[in-house]
């Protein structure tokens, strides 16, 4: 089957650094993506990682090494603001999306 | 604004009712996907349309149907209300079957609650 896991929880200080984990088992790779969700708010598009490597965007990094079927995003300089949940999904190669559960990031002043 | 538009943003009604959420994808946009979110749970793929047709389907209940209509506004039709059915119904859209990128803008989601 297809799976993908992520961390149910992550708490964190402000103005430090947080790295967000994903692990996938997918039939098929083409892509991996990374969404902000607030709460009961709408998922917001962050990266999309397609080749091995590191892509930065500002505070905000995503890394993929498609070999070991893993992917991070890394957060910098974290604000009150970035409380959330960040989504990890994979997109197959019937081209659909398999969604992680998410990681709730919890910041503390 | 992602330019997917939702109604109802909040909807109220009673088990055994049946609600129509409705969807306008972004402008040029083809594919319109909906989902689910229960509190605290993760997003739940329902069903994908594109120009009209269906594309791929989830973990829809027999109880739930979609469609698309020609000018590419979607409806998500939930029959036969249970309580566990209370959640969250973000639609989606992307431009082709998955974008350029894959790149999915989402509405800001129809909260049901069911009584």
């Known amino acids: 089957g297809q799976n993908i896991d992520q961390p149910t929880e992550m708490t964190a200080t402000e103005g430090a650094i947080v790295q967000i984990n994903c692990t996938y088992q997918?039939?098929?790779?083409?892509?991996l993506f990374w969404y902000q969700q607030h709460a009961g708010e709408a998922p917001t598009f962050l990266s999309y990682n397609v080749l091995d490597g590191l892509e930065e965007k500002g505070r905000f990094s995503s890394f993929l090494s498609r070999s070991k079927g893993y992917s991070y995003l890394l957060l910098k300089e974290l604000q009150m603001k970035d409380s959330a949940s960040y989504l990890c999904?994979?997109?197959?190669?019937?081209?659909?999306?398999?969604w992680g559960a998410g990681t709730k990031l919890i910041i503390k002043p | 604004d992602s330019g997917v538009t939702q109604t109802p943003k909040h909807l109220i009604t009673a088990t055994g009712q049946r609600v129509t959420l409705r969807c306008s994808p972004r402008s040029g946009d083809l594919s319109v996907y909906w989902y689910q979110q229960s509190l605290d749970q993760g997003l739940q793929f329902l069903i994908q349309y594109y120009n009209g047709e269906e594309r791929a389907k989830g973990n829809i209940l027999e109880r739930f149907s979609a469609q698309q209509f020609p000018d590419l506004h979607s409806e998500l039709n939930l029959s036969s209300l249970e309580l566990g059915d209370s959640a969250l119904y973000f639609c989606?859209?992307?431009?082709?079957?998955?974008?350029?990128?894959?790149?999915?803008?989402f509405g800001e989601g129809s909260r049901l609650t069911v009584l």
């Open positions: 999904a994979v997109m197959d190669s019937n081209y659909q999306l398999i």
């Open positions: 997918t039939s098929g790779f083409n892509g």
């Open positions: 989606a859209s992307s431009v082709g079957v998955t974008g350029v990128t894959g790149e999915l803008f």
